[in-house]
C-alpha cells in the first residue's frame, strides 16, 4: 500500500498536547519538497513527487488519496523528468507555480501566467483533484490558473472538456506514452468544432473512433452513456464555452475516464469490496468502432456475423463490388444506378438504433421539430438524411439536425442510439 506522509502543522495547544493537520496549500513561503504531500481537505486527492513503476525518475503528480493502487490522475512536469529527488514545487514572486531544483538551476514546469495581481498567489489541490492556483493569499474566487484546464490521461468529475472561447483553450485528454513514461502520448481525446460539436479519438492527426456529438443523453457513439445511473453529463454551448462536464450523484463515489496508452477509452468506477477498478465501458471495443470503417454512405453493423460487418444505406450500392467481395468497405457506396433525387416522390426510410453520421457537414436548427425537419429536409436537394439533435426532449422540441454531403460513420447498436432518417426517391421508397 502506498505510504502517504502529510506536511505537517504542529500547534502547541494549552494542555500541551501538538495538533497535526495535512496542508492543501502551496505558498511562497511554503513550497512542496520531493517527499512531502499535500492532502485535500477531504483527503480524497493527494499530491506530491512519485515514480512510475519500473521508472527512478521523479513527477509531480495527483492521485487518490485513500486508494491503496496508486492512481495518478494528473501529471505536471510529463515530458521533463526529475532524474533525483531534489525537485521542488514552489510558488514564485511573479505569482506562478514553478518545478525546479534545489538550487534553482534548472526550471521542470512552470504554470507560465501573467498578469497575477502583486505576484501573490496561493496553490490549492481541491477535493475534486482539480489543483488551481488563486490571486492572492485569501481570495478563493478568482483563480489564475488550474490543473482541470490542462489534463493528463485522466477526465475526472466536474472537469470540462471542450473549447472556452474566451481564451480560445480547447482543453484535451491525451494517453501517457506508457505504464513507465507519462509524457504525451500518441493519443488524444478531444472536441472538434466543424459542423456540429463532436468528440473524437485520434492517434496524431488522424481520427480512429468518433464518439459523435451530443444527443441530450449522451453521445451519439457511446450508447453506455445512456444507460449510466451513476453520473450526469451536461452539455454547455453558450458565447463563452462549447463543453461537456459530469458529475456523480454520489460524490463520494470515485470515477474517472482513462484514455490508456493503448489508444482505448475507459470508464472506470472504484469498488472498495473487491478494492480494483471496475470497468463500465470502453471504447473503440468492435471492428465498427474504427472510424469511417466501411466508408461514404456506408453503414455498419458488427452483429452480422455470418456476412460482411458492411453495408451500404438504403437507396446506395457499392462503389467497388470487388472490394467489397473480399470484405473491404473502406471505398464505401454510391447511389444506385438509375436513382433519381429531388423529384416527385422522395422519402425516408427510418433506420434504428443508429449512431448517426459524422456531422462535419451537418446542420442544426433547434427551433424545428422532427416534422418541420423532414419538410425542409425535402424542400433542400442537398439534404440527404436528417434526425432529431436532443433525443431527450421529444420529437416536437428536440430540434433538427440535416446532413448535406458525404455521410461517414454510421453504425448500428444493439441497444441505444437513436433514429436516423435516410432520404431515398420513390423508387426506393416503394420497394
Not at 40 to 45: D, H, R, V
Not at 91 to 97: A, F, S
Not at 111 to 129: I, M, P, R
Request: hydrophobic share 35%; charged share 20%.
Amino acid at each position: 500500500m502506498y505510504q502517504v506522509r502529510c506536511i505537517l502543522v504542529s500547534m502547541l495547544l494549552f494542555l500541551g498536547f501538538y495538533f497535526c493537520t495535512c496542508i492543501d496549500t502551496i505558498t511562497l513561503t511554503r513550497p512542496v519538497k520531493d517527499g512531502d504531500i499535500l492532502v485535500s481537505n477531504g483527503e480524497t486527492f493527494a499530491l506530491g513527487f512519485f515514480s512510475p513503476p519500473n521508472s527512478t525518475n521523479r513527477y509531480v503528480g495527483i492521485w487518490y488519496n485513500k486508494i491503496s493502487e496508486q492512481t495518478v490522475v494528473w501529471v505536471a512536469n510529463r515530458d521533463h523528468p526529475i532524474t533525483n529527488s531534489s525537485g521542488i514545487l514552489s510558488v514564485d514572486q511573479t505569482g506562478n507555480l514553478i518545478l525546479h531544483e534545489k538550487d534553482q538551476s534548472f526550471l521542470f514546469w512552470s504554470t507560465n501566467v501573467s498578469g497575477v495581481a502583486n505576484g501573490v498567489s496561493t496553490a490549492q489541490l481541491l477535493d475534486s483533484g482539480n489543483l488551481a492556483l488563486f490571486q492572492g493569499l485569501v481570495n478563493k474566487e478568482v483563480y489564475s490558473w488550474q490543473s482541470f484546464d490542462h489534463p493528463s490521461n485522466t477526465y475526472l468529475p466536474g472537469m470540462k472538456l471542450g473549447l472556452d472561447r474566451k481564451t480560445g483553450l480547447n482543453k484535451v485528454v491525451t494517453s501517457w506514452k506508457s505504464s513507465q513514461n507519462p509524457g504525451v502520448g500518441d493519443y488524444s481525446y478531444k472536441m472538434e468544432f466543424v459542423g456540429s460539436a463532436q468528440l473524437f479519438l485520434f492517434k496524431g492527426m488522424a481520427r480512429i473512433w468518433r464518439a459523435g456529438s451530443w444527443t441530450g443523453l449522451g453521445w451519439s457513439g457511446v450508447p453506455g452513456m445512456t444507460k449510466d445511473n451513476i453520473s450526469n453529463g451536461t452539455y454547455i454551448d453558450n458565447e463563452d464555452e462549447v463543453t461537456i462536464v459530469y458529475l456523480m450523484h454520489n460524490p463520494a463515489m470515485l470515477s474517472r475516464f482513462v484514455l490508456t496508452e493503448f489508444g482505448t477509452l475507459e470508464r472506470l468506477t472504484w469498488e472498495e469490496v473487491s478494492r480494483k477498478w471496475i470497468g463500465f465501458w470502453y471504447h473503440p471495443k468492435d471492428q465498427c468502432d474504427g472510424y469511417n470503417h466501411c466508408g461514404p454512405f456506408g453503414f455498419c453493423d458488427p452483429y452480422a456475423s455470418l456476412t460482411f460487418e458492411c453495408d451500404c444505406l438504403p437507396g446506395y450500392e457499392p462503389r467497388s463490388p470487388q472490394d467489397w467481395y473480399i470484405r473491404d468497405g473502406s471505398k464505401g457506396c454510391k447511389r444506385k444506378v438509375g436513382t433519381q433525387m429531388c423529384k416527385f416522390g422522395d422519402g425516408f426510410i427510418e433506420l434504428a438504433r443508429v449512431k448517426v453520421p459524422d456531422t462535419s457537414t451537418a446542420h442544426v436548427n433547434m427551433s424545428l421539430g422532427l416534422k418541420a425537419c423532414a419538410e425542409f429536409c425535402l424542400r433542400n436537394c442537398t439534404c440527404m438524411g436528417y434526425a432529431s439533435a436532443d433525443i431527450s426532449k421529444g420529437a416536437d422540441d428536440g430540434g433538427c439536425i440535416t446532413w448535406h454531403g458525404e455521410m461517414i460513420d454510421t453504425r448500428t447498436f444493439s441497444d441505444g442510439g437513436q433514429f436516423f432518417y435516410i432520404r431515398v426517391d420513390a423508387a426506393e421508397l416503394d420497394a
